[in-house]
C-alpha cells in the first residue's frame, strides 16, 4: 500500500512498504512524519497493493469493490480516536464503491484552541477495511489494514496588518427564537487553506462576531464558492448548558432572505459598494429555503489600487430588511461576520 501526504516546510509523508497478508495487520510507521497547518486542508493519496494481496484469479473482482478508507489524528492527545477526530473531509469520485485501487482524501485540520487541537506532534491513524458493497455481496470483511504515522500541527505566521486598520461597526443584529442565524461558512482556497467555521451564536443584543483569525488564501482573477448554511435560532436551546446541536433551518424558520458579502481589496478600511460588494442571486438558486446559500466570490485581477499578499476584511451579513444590506450600521433581525483573504497573484505560482 502507497500512502503519500504533501505537508509544510518541504515536508512530505511516503510510504510503499507493502502489504503480504489480507487477515487484521496493524502496524505503527512512527518514524514517517509530515508537518501540518492548522486551519487548513491536506490531500492523502492511498493506492492499493491488490495485485500482491490476492491471487490472480480473485484479484480482478476484488479490486472492482473499493475499500473503505478513513484518517483519524488524535488531536487532543488523549491517546483516543474520537469520532470528532476523523479528519476525511471530502472523498474524490475516485473513490467510490466501483473504483479501483485508488483513493483520493482530503482531509482538514483545525484551528488550534489548547483544548479540542493542540499543537505539536500527534498520531495518525490510517484504516483500510472493506466497503460496504462488498460486505453486502461478499458476507465477509477478510481485509482490515491499520496503519499509524506522525503529524506535527503548526499555526499559521499572523499577520499584523489590520491593526492600521479602522472598520466601521456592521450594526446591531438581533438573534431571537423563530429567526435565522448562521450555522455554517465554508470557502475553500489555494495552498491547502480554507475557512471552515461551524460556529453557532445568538445575542439579542449584538450578534456579531469577529472571526478575522480564520484566513484563507485566493487567487486574483479567478471566482471562488462560498457556501453559507443557516439555522432555525431556538433561545431555549442556548439557556440550557446541555442543548443538542441546532436544527438547520427548516420551513416553519423565519429566515432571514438577504445574504451578503464584501472584501475590502484596496484596503483602504471600508467596503465600497460598487467594486467590493458579492450578493447572493436567489434568480439561479432555490436551495434558499432550506438554509442553504452558494455565493460566487470573483476575485478581481491584482492592480494598483488592489493589494497583493496583504490581508483584505471580508465581511458576511445575513439580514431579513432590504434597508440592512450594507456592510456598516445596521438595525435588523440577523447576524454578521468578518474573515480574512489574502489574495495572491495567479501567475507567481
Not at 512530505?12 to 518514524?31: G, P
Not at 479540542?116 to 477495511?129: F, N, Y
Request: with cysteine; aromatic share 8%.
Amino acid at each position: 500500500m502507497l500512502v503519500h501526504i504533501n505537508g509544510e516546510l518541504e515536508t512530505q509523508l511516503r510510504d510503499e512498504t507493502t502489504t503480504n497478508i489480507v487477515i487484521s495487520d496493524n502496524r505503527n510507521r512512527h518514524n514517517f512524519a509530515v508537518t501540518l497547518y492548522a486551519d487548513a486542508v491536506y490531500s492523502v493519496r492511498i493506492q492499493l497493493d491488490c495485485s500482491r494481496q490476492y491471487d490472480s484469479d480473485l484479484r480482478q473482482a476484488d479490486c472492482n469493490f473499493a475499500h473503505h478508507v478513513n484518517v483519524w489524528i488524535d488531536l487532543n492527545d488523549d491517546g483516543q480516536f474520537d469520532a470528532s477526530e476523523n479528519r476525511v473531509y471530502h472523498q474524490s469520485s475516485v473513490n467510490t464503491e466501483i473504483s479501483g485501487d485508488m483513493h483520493d482524501l482530503q482531509i482538514f485540520i483545525p484551528i488550534i484552541d489548547d483544548t479540542t487541537t493542540k499543537a505539536g506532534q500527534h498520531r495518525l491513524r490510517l484504516s483500510v477495511i472493506r466497503s460496504e458493497a462488498y460486505r453486502r455481496q461478499c458476507g465477509n470483511t477478510d481485509h482490515v489494514e491499520t496503519r499509524e504515522y506522525t503529524v506535527k500541527i503548526i499555526p499559521r505566521k499572523i499577520c499584523r496588518d489590520f491593526s492600521r486598520l479602522t472598520y466601521c461597526s456592521p450594526g446591531n443584529f438581533i438573534c431571537s427564537t423563530g429567526s435565522s442565524a448562521i450555522f455554517s461558512v465554508q470557502l475553500s482556497g489555494e495552498q491547502n487553506s480554507m475557512i471552515h467555521d461551524e460556529m453557532t451564536r445568538c445575542s439579542s443584543i449584538n450578534n456579531y462576531e469577529d472571526r478575522s483569525h480564520l484566513a484563507v488564501k485566493l487567487f486574483d482573477n479567478k471566482i471562488y464558492r462560498l457556501q453559507i448554511q443557516l439555522y432555525c435560532v431556538n433561545i431555549k436551546d442556548y439557556e440550557n448548558p446541555h442543548r443538542q446541536e441546532p436544527l438547520l433551518v427548516g420551513t416553519n424558520c423565519n429566515l432571514a432572505q438577504n445574504l451578503d458579502v464584501w472584501v475590502d481589496l484596496n484596503n483602504d478600511g471600508s467596503f465600497d459598494e460598487s467594486t467590493e460588494r458579492f450578493s447572493y442571486n436567489d434568480q439561479h438558486y432555490d436551495d434558499n429555503m432550506k438554509g442553504y446559500y452558494d455565493l460566487s466570490i470573483a476575485i478581481p485581477e491584482i492592480d494598483e489600487e488592489n493589494s497583493v499578499n496583504k490581508p483584505h476584511k471580508m465581511r458576511i451579513i445575513l439580514s431579513r430588511d432590504e434597508q440592512s444590506r450594507q456592510p456598516c450600521n445596521n438595525a435588523d433581525y440577523g447576524e454578521a461576520r468578518d474573515y480574512t483573504v489574502h489574495i495572491l497573484r495567479k501567475s507567481y505560482y
